[in-house]
């Protein structure tokens, strides 16, 4: 691993130890497009912008604050992360290798993965949830790439249990105790930034993805490579490509994210109190 890297995820960690004045948080959640509002419920917060943090990501996407927050949520200590870069903003993999690192070296030990995703079921259109069961990775590219960092992962990395099912079965029983619609599903990673064509989505749809985005993937693949746990859903925004007359936007995914942001709030403050009760 490269000194710079090192000495960025070092002096972060530093910084967010000394927020967290004692706290000691199990769990981290990464808001996606217009999910931001969850970390508004945090009580006891501290509060530090990615660019107060050496290395981190700078988001240029609306809908991405940049802000990590830490505190307390009915009872739970959590660090939320509002908002991400995405490889179609010309960033490497740097910033979203000391973001998790960084997390790893405080403490956290499982990370709650979260976006704006269009779906390819038609029993989960705009303002549901589909909780992630899988991944495949369609942007032609791989975070881990290059030089392997060996302090912190392998160089082959399995990815067969990329998406934790015990979690994951965590959160459906969450969806299932609030009345909340939860199907599982598989995320396609395409790189964008253009949505996908009806020929893409015709294809996703055939290897057995039922959304798609332009995120999420990397985020998990590294954390995993870090030893840290993986559990996530997708806010649906739209349907896919070809699949509704809807004209698909940005514009249209933030407002649909906030749709799904009130059933997405509860499930998620009812999963970390779960998760907090079995000591994790």
């Given amino acids: 691993m490269s000194t710079d890297l090192n000495s960025q995820i070092h002096e972060s960690a530093k910084i967010i130890r000394t927020a967290l004045n004692g706290l000691a948080p199990k769990i981290a959640v990464?808001?996606?497009?217009?999910?931001?509002?969850?970390?508004?419920?945090?009580?006891?917060?501290?509060?530090?912008?990615?660019?107060?943090?050496?290395?981190?990501?700078r988001p240029g996407v609306h809908g991405h604050a940049g802000m990590l927050v830490a505190g307390m949520i009915e009872g739970v200590p959590v660090i939320f992360l509002k908002g991400r870069v995405h490889?179609?903003?010309?960033?490497?993999s740097a910033p979203l290798k000391v973001m998790m690192r960084s997390l790893k070296s405080v403490g956290i030990e499982t990370m709650f993965l979260s976006n704006a995703a269009g779906s390819l079921r038609p029993e989960a259109p705009a303002g549901n949830l589909i909780a992630i069961a899988?991944?495949?990775?369609?942007?032609?590219?791989?975070?881990?790439?290059?030089?392997?960092?060996?302090?912190w992962g392998p160089r082959f990395l399995?990815?067969?249990?990329?998406?934790?099912?015990?979690?994951?079965?965590?959160?459906?029983?969450?969806?299932?105790?609030?009345?909340?619609?939860?199907?599982?599903?598989?995320?396609?990673?395409?790189?964008?930034?253009?949505f996908e064509t009806h020929a893409e989505i015709?294809?996703?749809?055939?290897?057995?993805?039922?959304?798609?985005?332009?995120?999420?993937?990397?985020?998990?693949?590294?954390?995993?490579?870090?030893g840290l746990k993986v559990v996530g859903c997708s806010a649906i925004t739209n349907m896919g490509a070809g699949l509704s007359d809807e004209s698909i936007s940005h514009d249209q995914t933030i407002e649909q994210a906030a749709v799904a942001s009130k059933n997405f709030t509860r499930l998620v403050v009812q999963f970390l109190k779960n998760l907090h009760m079995q000591g994790a």
């Avoid at 490889?87 to 490497?92: I, L, M």
């Avoid at 015709?202 to 870090?226: E, F, L, N, Q, Y």
């Fill in 202 to 226: 015709r294809m996703a749809k055939i290897i057995g993805a039922d959304s798609v985005g332009m995120s999420t993937v990397p985020d998990c693949i590294i954390a995993r490579h870090c």
């Fill in 158 to 194: 399995a990815m067969g249990d990329a998406w934790d099912k015990d979690l994951r079965a965590l959160l459906m029983q969450a969806a299932k105790a609030l009345d909340i619609p939860l199907i599982e599903g598989v995320y396609a990673w395409f790189l964008g930034p253009t």
């Fill in 30 to 57: 990464v808001l996606g497009s217009g999910l931001g509002g969850l970390a508004d419920r945090v009580t006891d917060a501290a509060y530090i912008p990615y660019g107060e943090l050496p290395g981190f990501p």
């Fill in 134 to 151: 899988d991944h495949i990775n369609l942007a032609g590219i791989n975070p881990l790439s290059g030089e392997n960092d060996d302090d």
């Fill in 87 to 92: 490889f179609y903003e010309g960033v490497s």
